[in-house]
């Protein structure tokens, strides 16, 4: 059966595939244990909600000051850095705004020690240790082996403005599972030692 071409997609035509072939990848299969429980927990749900609401208040309307982008998690240990910034697929797709690539950018051009990911799910809570999750490096940015597309996008995940940023199809990023993830993350952490 030949696929219909309006399913096409960037990673099809990149890679000269224009079938794109599902490959049924073997699941590991894991026994967690209570060391693959979360090392930290939010105590205060509602406390934690309400001082990220409350960031939101500082900037007003009267203000020229505009909205900031964040940072999802950033780990600095004995001089060296792990950034890592979560994206929630839609449409096979990840939004990058071109601020928050920027800001990266430069974090990553300035910091001696420095990884950095950028992790895809389908809206996971990271807690099985066999869900998948799809991840590139900034080094695989800045070496170009990423391809993307820049333009007005609308991230419906998130809003329906449109900003200026990146999209990345899931087929580009590597695909690993969350121990394998947690073990890329302890690897850097090691390297530091």
Excluded at 40 to 63: H, T
Excluded at 108 to 113: A, D, G, V, W
Excluded at 175 to 189: F, G, M, N, P, T
């Amino acid at each position: 059966m030949s696929k219909d071409p309006r399913d096409v997609n960037l990673a099809d035509i990149i890679s000269g595939n224009p079938v794109n072939k599902k490959v049924e990848r073997i699941k590991p299969s894991y026994v967690q244990d209570e060391l693959d429980e979360p090392k930290y927990k939010i105590v205060n749900p509602e406390l934690f909600a309400k001082s990220r609401q409350v960031l939101g208040n500082i900037i007003s309307k009267r203000m020229k000051t505009s909205g900031g982008t964040d940072i999802d998690w950033l780990i600095e240990h004995k001089a060296g850095f792990i950034i890592f910034e979560l994206k929630i697929f839609y449409d096979d797709r990840i939004i990058i705004s071109k601020a928050q690539m920027s800001a990266y950018e430069r974090l990553y051009e300035n910091l001696p020690k420095c990884y950095m990911l950028f992790i895809g799910h389908d809206d996971i809570d990271f807690k099985k240790l066999d869900d998948p999750v799809w991840l590139f490096e900034m080094s695989d940015w800045k070496s170009d082996k990423i391809p993307h597309v820049e333009g007005t996008l609308t991230d419906p995940m998130y809003s329906d403005k449109a900003i200026n940023g990146y999209t990345v199809e899931r087929g580009f990023m590597d695909e690993i599972d969350v121990k394998q993830l947690r073990d890329k993350i302890d690897a850097s952490w090691k390297e530091f030692e």
